[in-house]
T-cell receptor, first 111, second 116 residues
Framework: GQSLEQPSEVTAVEGAIVQINCTYQ??????LSWYQQHDGGAPTFLSY????GLEETGRFSSFLSRSDSYGYLLLQELQMKDSASYFC????????????FGAGTRLAVHP | DTAVSQTPKYLVTQMGNDKSIKCEQN?????MYWYKQDSKKFLKIMFS???????INETVPNRFSPKSPDKAHLNLHINSLELGDSAVYFC???????????????FGPGTRLTVL
């Protein structure tokens, strides 16, 4: 089976950098995704790592290390609008395309 | 213009009733999903269809019955609603890409179901 662990809450100030970690236990997966969800909104795709290393998309970067069963999402130059929940998710291998989500990390950005 | 749409956005009903939620995507995707998000914001997959064929059924009670009339639509019918069914239900779609490619899932706005 698969399980993913993330911190439940993270707090930071505007302009800062924050890292949200995700550790996982899985029997095999294609890649690690990150989704953002604002209160009352839908999850939206942020980033995907199929291979080890860093993927950068603007202010957001995501990292994967399969040997350490670990990934993280890095948010730079934090803005108030980044206050949201962030979910890591794996695509298990060997089957159809479904996502297994972590419990989510609620990020609060303060002035 | 909306990529994935769901109706209704809110649904308030009594225990024991039967209700349906509809979902449509205009992205031309082959695969559609239903997810349930509980009060603790935990997102769990329920069903997935690929080209109208059921491919994932994650041990959901058989009171829940998905139906896909065509690959752009995926509906969810729930019989004999229970208090524990209260949640936000999200529809999503993806191309259904294989292996290492991202296969981004696009989520609808959600349907907040409250069972009284």
């Amino acid at each position: 089976g698969q399980s993913l662990e993330q911190p439940s809450e993270v707090t930071a100030v505007e302009g800062a950098i924050v890292q949200i970690n995700c550790t996982y236990q899985t029997s095999g997966f294609y890649g690690l995704s990150w989704y953002q969800q604002h209160d009352g909104g839908a999850p939206t795709f942020l980033s995907y790592n199929a291979l080890d290393g860093l993927e950068e998309t603007g202010r957001f970067s995501s990292f994967l290390s399969r040997s350490d069963s670990y990934g993280y999402l890095l948010l730079q130059e934090l803005q108030m609008k980044d206050s949201a929940s962030y979910f890591c998710a794996v695509r298990p291998s060997g089957g159809y395309n479904k996502l297994i989500f972590g419990a989510g990390t609620r990020l609060a950005v303060h002035p | 213009d909306t990529a994935v749409s769901q109706t209704p956005k809110y649904l308030v009903t009594q225990m024991g009733n039967d209700k349906s939620i509809k979902c449509e995507q205009n992205l031309g995707h082959d695969t559609m999903y239903w997810y349930k998000q509980d009060s603790k914001k935990f997102l769990k997959i329920m069903f997935s269809y690929n080209n109208k064929e059921l491919i994932i059924n994650e041990t959901v009670p058989n009171r829940f019955s998905p139906k896909s009339p065509d690959k752009a639509h995926l509906n969810l019918h729930i019989n004999s609603l229970e208090l524990g069914d209260s949640a936000v239900y999200f529809c999503a779609s993806s191309q259904g890409s294989k292996r290492l490619s991202t296969d981004t899932q696009y989520f609808g706005p959600g349907t907040r179901l409250t069972v009284l």
